[in-house]
Each structure stands twice: as structure tokens, then as C-alpha cells.
């Protein structure tokens, strides 16, 4: 780590804020970051190392949706929203891939692309822990108009408020959900992902995704937005982008503590409760034995 040293500044090819969606495309690129360093290895055996980074990433990709590795002087990590299947999990990390060597030159050392559907980034430092961006990539969508724009924003704002109170507290730090403006069946229908990096704490991941919920506020009287950090990733949009059978319970998480938190509640109760028949048993056996001592007192005299 020490013969590799920081060239100068980081170079941001896009940071996307306020831009207008034309189609639902899983690679449609949010940002793409190149850090520019100067390399005082052998570039050669560097290279190779960032190559069975991708390689290995590539492989625990095809079995999940999250993957971490580490080659010398390599840090990699990659993960894909969990409603794409393995192929568009495949195929969104081959695109990213593309773009890092078509983008960025070989003396490159540091790289962070993210898309709508997955993300994917290297470095030379471990930022597995890292939660911000130098600054959150904003993307609001405006290109048709909102049907019911009065009903519209309080369920976006809704359902978001719900799913960034859920996501820390399920499994993988996923959710998925959609809700229906109107009760009518004739309005448009909301749908919403929430999504953290999984080498990072509950609480690191609320943190980051009310960041993302309180920056995605802007987009909110647009028919889509996405917010994204280092951290975490955050979507709504009137446009279905995740199949039904992709949708997750929210509803146990929403508010208070996660199902897992609550059980030892739920056993200190339960054990009360137990210690409390125990108490009234023994009760009721002495008042019944005192009944029957007395009885007999009587029938001897």
C-alpha cells in the first residue's frame, strides 16, 4: 500500500442530478468515478490484481447479490438490487466493467460506477465501512406528467418513510414494495426499493438511507427519482421496474424494533407471566390446604 501514492485529484466522469429517465434501463449509468493515482509498483501485477478482482466478484455474483474481495493492494466491492435475476445481475456488472476499462485509463487504481440495478467499485483503501459520497447522486424523473399530482406526493412520501424505516432491519438490508395512489384501482401505482451495502451496521444504514430519503424529497412531485451513496441506494417511481413476486413484507418492520429484537421482550413477558401462575398456584394450593387443616380441626372436636 505504501508504493502507491495519490496523484492528484479524483476525476468524476458523471454525477447525474436532475436528469430526465427516457427508459427503465437496469444500466443506465448514475455515476461513474475514476481516482487517478499514480502507481510506483509494477503496473503490470497490479492490473492483474484488479482483474481477479473482477473475476472474483463476477464468480460470488452468480450465487448472490452482494460481493466483497481482496487481492494485494485490491479492495472490491459489488452488489445488485436483489429483485434482478442472476442473468441481469450478470449483465449489469459486465456493463460496469465495460465502462471501467472504456472510461478509465490503466493508470487508474480507485473505481466507483454506480447504475440503476447494481454498482460496482475497487480501490486501493478499505471502504467497506463507507457510508457518503463526496456528494449523493440525485436523479429526479420528469419526463411525462403525474396523474393525481394532489394524491400523488403524500404516498411517495409515504411509502419511502416506510421503507427506509424497514430496510435496516431485514434480511440483506433489501426491501421492496409498491402501494396504490388511489383505492380506486384507476390511479397510478407507486413502487419503491431501498437497498444498503451489506458489510455495514443497522444502524449505518438508517443512517445512510434518511440522507437519501431527505436529499430524494426534491423529486418527490416527479413521477420517479433515485437517490444513491456509498452506502445505501434509494428508488421510487409510477413505472413497475421489479416484478410482483420480488415484493417483500415491509410491515413487521415498520416503527419500532425488527421481529429479532423483539422476541427477548417477548420471552421476559412470557417468563413473568409463567412466575406469576407459579405464585397463584402456590397461593390457591395453601388457601385449599388451610380449608381442609380447618375441616378436619372441626370434625376432631
Known sequence: MKSIMMLGHTFVIVSVIMKGITSDSQVEELLGKCTRLKVSVDLPIFLNSVNKTFEDMREQLSNAHFATTYETDVFGMAQCRNYLSTADC?????????????????AVVGTHFIYQGCFLRYGIHNFYK????????????????????????????????????????MKNYFAAAKRQVLSDGTTPTVYAVAQCVETISQSD????????????????????????????????????????????????????????AKRPILGIIGGLMFLLLIIASIFWYQLVRKAKLEERAKITK
Not at 463507507?130 to 411509502?159: D, K, M, R, W
Open 205 to 260: 444504514c438508517r443512517s445512510c438511507l434518511t440522507r437519501t430519503y431527505t436529499n430524494l424529497k426534491t423529486c418527490l412531485s416527479q413521477p420517479g427519482g433515485t437517490c444513491a451513496e456509498a452506502g445505501c441506494f434509494l428508488r421510487y417511481s409510477d413505472s413497475s421496474f421489479f416484478a410482483d413476486n420480488n415484493i417483500t413484507n415491509i410491515t413487521p418492520y415498520i416503527g419500532g424494533g425488527s421481529s429479532s
Open 90 to 106: 450478470l449483465a449489469c456488472f459486465d456493463a460496469g466493467v465495460t465502462d471501467i476499462r472504456r472510461k478509465c485509463n490503466a
Open 130 to 169: 463507507e457510508i457518503t459520497l463526496e456528494s449523493p447522486v440525485l436523479v429526479c424523473s420528469y419526463n411525462h406528467n403525474i396523474a393525481e399530482p394532489g394524491a400523488f406526493s403524500p404516498i411517495v412520501q409515504g411509502l419511502l418513510t416506510e421503507i427506509v424505516s424497514a430496510t435496516p432491519k
